[in-house]
């Protein structure tokens, strides 16, 4: 498995609380993710990186907010959680290849806001 | 814009029967393919992707452009294949984003 970890596994918030999920990785790639896991959306993209300090939306940013201050660590913030953001929350990661993109999961993380 | 329909929530079926997890897609370009699997409390993983053109534990999938369609196939499924599928689209050109179907779960009963 890729060096990818994500923290907390597990949180249980109240509504209007900030939130902080944590994505580490070994690997040194350049490309990480955040995607949540809904029934029924499936996966869907929250924000992306493509290098330190190089960060942009994904189809469901609103709400979230995310921070790469360097290669292996990439924070996904939710200013005030919401119960629309009860979700299960995946970090990947890839590099750049020559034609395709593989894209390595993290366990993910549990979240649910009361 | 990009979209990827994976029809089935639910696709039960019984050992040794063939097995066909629908995938289409609207892309206007040359997209990129792939399916990715969740087993039960193992990570999303990688199992195919439409460029190879390999098989991996029996799975085949194939890029129809015409019918903008990318099934995965099995000739003969086994109860470890149980878990959940995702068809996932990468667009041409420099972006490093997939976008993921709504997923298709497969049970296969003993």
């Known amino acids: ?114 | 814009a990009q979209r990827v329909t994976q029809p089935e929530k639910l696709l039960s079926v019984f050992k040794g029967a063939p097995v066909e997890l629908k995938c289409n897609y609207s892309y206007s370009g040359s997209p990129e393919l792939f399916w990715y699997v969740q087993y039960s409390r193992q990570r999303l993983q990688l199992l195919l992707r439409h460029i190879s053109r390999e098989s991996i534990k029996g799975f085949t999938a194939d890029l129809n452009k015409g019918e903008t369609s990318f099934h995965l196939k099995k000739p003969f499924a086994q109860e470890e294949d149980s878990a959940m599928y995702y068809c996932a689209l990468r667009r041409d050109g420099a972006t490093n984003k997939l976008i993921f179907g709504t997923g298709t779960l497969l049970a296969v009963q003993p």
Not at chain 1, 1 to 18: L, N
Not at chain 1, 19 to 28: D, G, M, P
Not at chain 1, 65 to 80: A, G, I, P, Q, Y
């Open chain 1, 1 to 114: 498995d890729a060096g990818i970890t994500q923290s907390p596994r597990h949180k249980v918030t109240e509504t209007g609380t900030p939130v902080t999920l944590r994505c580490h990785q070994t690997e040194n790639h350049r490309y990480m993710y955040w995607y949540r896991q809904d029934p029924g959306h499936g996966l869907r993209l929250i924000h992306y990186s493509y290098g330190v300090k190089d960060t942009d939306k994904g189809e469901v940013s609103d709400g979230y907010s995310v921070s790469r201050s360097k290669t292996e660590d990439f924070l996904l913030t939710l200013e005030s959680a919401t119960s629309s953001q009860t979700s299960v929350y995946f970090c990947a990661i890839s590099s750049p290849g020559q034609g395709e993109v593989t894209l390595h999961f993290g366990n993910g993380t549990r979240l649910t806001v009361t």
